[in-house]
């Protein structure tokens, strides 16, 4: 397996009833659940999309999309902050802005740790910018990671934590070691892609 040529080569599908999930293992019992149990359910409810990373045929993972907001309040950037209340004509912090959640994103064990979550997620942000661009308005790309991947997300790949968060993160690695799955809300401003 050339990871090089899994990068140039997997694609998206929508999941469907007739692909086989029994094979998926992403090491969280959770994630694995949610794909094996509960995807195609909240789908067909358009409650999300899930959108599986194919290659040859094999699940390498999946991410599930929805729709949310984010309100300025939790917007760190003061500066930026400011603008958007500017751009809207509004004066409350509590006002939501437009966003997509993704809202599961997983690699499959046999793939992971090698680089694809990273590239597998910069290629989702990109399409997400095009279509916040031509298609849908929104600003923000929402996730709710868990500890576990906070540096994942916000190290490795510019998503920012909730301005209310800033104590808590400050004790990211205790977190991390006594509770890897507490979820933090973070957000990605598609401006910086």
Same mark, same amino acid.
């Given at each position: 397996?050339? !990871?090089?040529?899994?990068?140039?080569?997997?694609?998206? *599908?929508?999941?469907?009833? *007739?692909?086989?999930?029994?094979?998926?293992?992403?090491?969280?019992?959770?994630?694995?659940?949610?794909?094996? %149990?509960?995807?195609?359910?909240?789908?067909?409810?358009?409650?999300?999309?899930?959108?599986?990373?194919?290659? %040859?045929?094999?699940?390498?993972?999946?991410?599930?999309?929805?729709?949310?907001?984010?309100?300025?309040?939790?917007?760190?950037?003061? %500066?930026?902050?400011?603008?958007?209340?500017?751009?809207? %004509?509004?004066?409350?912090?509590?006002? #939501?802005?437009?966003?997509?959640?993704?809202?599961?994103?997983?690699?499959?064990?046999?793939?992971?740790?090698?680089?694809? #979550?990273?590239?597998?997620?910069?290629? !989702?942000?990109?399409?997400?910018?095009?279509?916040?661009?031509?298609?849908?308005?929104?600003?923000?790309? !929402?996730?709710?990671?868990?500890?576990?991947?906070?540096?994942?997300?916000?190290?490795?790949?510019?998503? *920012?934590?909730?301005?209310?968060? *800033?104590?808590?993160?400050?004790?990211?690695?205790?977190?991390?070691?006594?509770?890897?799955?507490?979820?933090?809300?973070?957000?990605?401003?598609?401006?910086? !892609?």
């Amino acid at each position: 397996m050339k !990871i090089e040529d899994i990068k140039e080569n997997y694609y998206f *599908e929508t999941l469907t009833a *007739e692909h086989d999930l029994s094979d998926f293992d992403c090491g969280d019992e959770d994630l694995n659940d949610f794909l094996k %149990n509960d995807a195609l359910a909240q789908q067909k409810e358009k409650l999300n999309v899930t959108k599986l990373v194919m290659y %040859n045929g094999d699940i390498i993972g999946f991410a599930s999309l929805l729709t949310d907001t984010l309100k300025l309040k939790n917007i760190k950037d003061e %500066n930026l902050r400011l603008k958007i209340k500017g751009k809207l %004509n509004i004066n409350s912090n509590k006002r #939501g802005i437009s966003a997509v959640k993704i809202g599961r994103l997983a690699i499959n064990r046999k793939y992971s740790n090698k680089g694809l #979550g990273s590239h597998i997620l910069r290629s !989702i942000l990109n399409n997400l910018k095009k279509i916040s661009e031509n298609k849908v308005g929104f600003r923000f790309i !929402i996730i709710e990671g868990y500890a576990k991947a906070f540096n994942f997300y916000v190290v490795r790949n510019g998503f *920012e934590y909730l301005k209310k968060d *800033e104590k808590s993160i400050k004790n990211i690695d205790f977190i991390m070691n006594r509770d890897p799955t507490k979820t933090f809300y973070l957000y990605l401003d598609l401006e910086k !892609i």
